[in-house]
């Protein structure tokens, strides 16, 4: 299948790992120009090095920004913006904020969760729309969780901000739609990262169990029987972020190996 991204430029965030740095090597297979952003810089040009590398893309670049601070956000485009006019596709990733019940997050770490997981995805697409309107087309994909769809224990936080990412989402779908921009949310469940270990290292504390026994449990709840790969969720948001995609918006698809139950 042809994706049609060879004349397309996508910003991909918190692409210096994981499940960002998946999606923006994806899009670079496929010949788009890519930028990356991450708080590391260090990590940001490993990962901006390794891309261009692995796939021959030259077209690949690096900038140091936290998507949770506006003013980094201003610069980022700023920078964006001295190398193309502006961006078609937008690849919407955070890190996830810190696991806890409610008892156990004060008004600081609400805050900061409203920062990172939602006002990051309203300021990216704030300075990302004027191009994408003016061009009568573009793409966003916002990553979230399955939590979308079934809350997760002791991710109180997470469970919040990504479901209002959700809702955002929809709501802008229906807005863009005469412009020919399209917006959609994809969800992970158990995907193979740094964070998913992490929250299994984090309720393996909590139950005396091993890790490797959390893992085992999570997986027998998984019909397909393991974790996903970064690589099968990044085929799937290059797939929404593309022209290949003409028809699919307001929607929030799960990569989760048919783990959540609902509808």
């Given at each position: 299948m042809d994706l049609k991204l060879a004349d397309k430029t996508a910003l991909v965030t918190a692409a210096s790992r994981g499940l960002g740095f998946a999606t923006a090597k994806a899009f670079a297979g496929e010949g788009a120009?890519?930028?990356?952003?991450?708080?590391?810089?260090?990590?940001?040009?490993h990962a901006v090095e390794r891309i261009q590398n692995e796939?021959?893309?030259a077209l690949v670049y690096g900038i140091v920004a936290d998507?949770?601070?506006?003013?980094?956000i201003e610069e980022l485009f700023a920078q964006?913006?001295?190398?193309?006019?502006?961006?078609d596709i937008l690849i919407n990733n955070a890190g996830?904020?810190?696991?806890?019940?409610?008892?156990?997050?004060?008004?600081?770490?609400?805050?900061r969760a409203f920062s990172l997981s939602l006002m990051s995805v309203v300021r990216l697409t704030r300075l990302s729309l004027p191009h994408m309107r003016q061009q009568m087309w573009g793409r966003i994909v916002n990553f979230t969780s399955s939590s979308v769809k079934q809350p997760i224990e002791n991710l109180i936080l997470s469970n919040t901000f990504r479901t209002g990412v959700a809702g955002l989402s929809k709501s802008l779908a229906l807005e863009l739609a005469k412009y020919n921009i399209l917006v959609n949310v994809l969800g992970p469940g158990k995907i193979s990262t740094d964070r998913v270990a992490e929250l299994d290292k984090i309720r393996a504390v909590h139950t005396g169990e091993s890790e490797q026994q959390v893992k085992h449990q999570s997986e027998s709840a998984i019909p397909l029987g393991r974790y996903g790969?970064?690589?099968?969720?990044a085929a799937m948001a290059?797939?929404?972020?593309?022209?290949?995609?003409?028809?699919?918006t307001g929607q929030t698809v799960l990569v989760d190996g048919g783990l959540v139950r609902s509808l």
């Open positions: 120009r890519v930028f990356l952003c991450s708080r590391s810089g260090p990590a940001l040009l796939t021959g893309n998507v949770s601070l506006s003013a980094d964006i913006q001295a190398v193309v006019p502006g961006i996830g904020p810190p696991a806890g019940a409610f008892d156990g997050v004060d008004d600081e770490l609400w805050q790969s970064p690589e099968e969720f290059v797939f929404l972020g593309s022209a290949a995609n003409g028809y699919i």
